[in-house]
């Protein structure tokens, strides 16, 4: 994933939601990182910011629409 631009598919403020989001993406084989996710363990505030390569970035978001 490092020679692809990352862009954002989801911003998540809930904990239980993340997990399953994540899940969902590895499920489908599609990498991702998160930013804030650290932040949001310490002082359980602020969304958690997923991401993925660009050429991902439809299908991980179509995945993730139900949530």
Not at 13 to 41: C, H, M, W
Request: cysteine-free.
């Amino acid at each position: 994933m490092t020679d692809n631009k990352l862009v954002s598919i989801s911003m998540v403020n809930n904990p239980a939601l993340l997990t399953i989001a994540k899940s969902i993406l590895e499920d489908a084989d599609i990498p991702y990182i998160t930013r804030g996710e650290g932040f949001q363990v310490i002082y359980a505030t602020g969304p958690v910011t997923l991401m993925v390569a660009e050429q991902d970035a439809e299908q991980a978001r179509e995945l993730l629409a139900d949530l």
